[in-house]
């Protein structure tokens, strides 16, 4: 099993629509989460950090469920521009050091 | 600040060749990292310094080396190509672990291993 898991679509939502995704985690000792975005041919770049108490910022949502090991990112009133692939990263703690490690990726694409 | 810079941006290489694949940062970061990313994989991590003069590996260590002599730069070198490093490279830093603080990512270097 993967240590972070991602479905990884694509997802095709009309503009507008609310889109969320979901993403798995295998090491419950994990403490720290992040939803990256990653457009084309780019860089990923920090989109949120992920709270215990859940948190928002703008249009989007993030949140932990610690119980079942997912995190979870919705978008809402989504716009073309929110179109690009979603990377989710989770600090592993193996043999007490500490590495983020990411997901493969949701590809999200949004249609006119 | 320019960020996280590497370089170059393309490299074709034959199979058995080296090169160094530049990264420098100049925010003073202390956690350096390479990431490796390929189609349905996500990121891999391949290398990781927590300061100058510290590495250690990551999870796709093997055929690489890396070294940090000072906290702006960290070299990945590939010490004899081989068509499965074909890749996009990444090198990421952020101001301590890397674990609960920002990592910022450089543009990436695209390598082909023919």
């Known amino acids: 099993r993967k240590e972070v898991e991602q479905d990884p679509g694509p997802f095709n939502v009309p503009e507008g629509a609310t889109v969320a995704f979901n993403c798995t985690y295998s090491?419950?000792?994990?403490?720290?989460f992040f939803w990256y975005r990653q457009d084309c041919r780019k860089e990923p770049k920090l989109l949120m950090s992920?709270?215990?108490s859940g948190n928002e910022d703008g249009r989007f949502t993030a949140q932990l469920n610690r119980a079942s090991q997912y995190i979870s990112l919705l978008i809402r009133d989504s716009k073309l521009s929110d179109s690009a692939t979603y990377l989710c990263?989770?600090?592993?703690?193996?043999?007490?050091?500490?590495?983020?490690?990411f997901g493969t990726g949701t590809r999200l694409t949004i249609i006119p | 600040n320019a960020g996280v810079t590497q370089t170059p941006k393309f490299q074709v290489l034959k199979t058995g060749q080296s090169m160094t694949l530049q990264c420098a940062q100049d925010?003073?970061?202390?956690?350096m990292s390479w990431y490796r990313q390929d189609p349905g994989m996500g990121l891999r991590l391949i290398h990781y310094?927590?300061?100058?003069?510290?590495?250690d590996q990551g999870e796709v260590p093997n055929g690489y080396n890396v070294s940090r002599s000072t906290t702006e730069d960290f070299p990945l070198r590939l010490l004899s190509a081989a068509p499965s490093q074909t890749s996009v490279y990444f090198c990421?830093?952020?101001?301590?672990?890397?674990?609960?603080?920002?990592?910022?990512f450089g543009p990436g270097t695209r390598l082909t291993v023919l």
């Open positions: 090491n419950s000792a994990s403490q720290s």
């Open positions: 310094s927590v300061g100058a003069g510290i590495t």
């Open positions: 925010m003073n970061h202390e956690y």
């Open positions: 992920v709270y215990s």
């Open positions: 990263a989770v600090n592993m703690k193996n043999f007490g050091n500490e590495k983020l490690t």
């Open positions: 990421a830093s952020s101001y301590t672990s890397g674990s609960t603080d920002t990592q910022y």
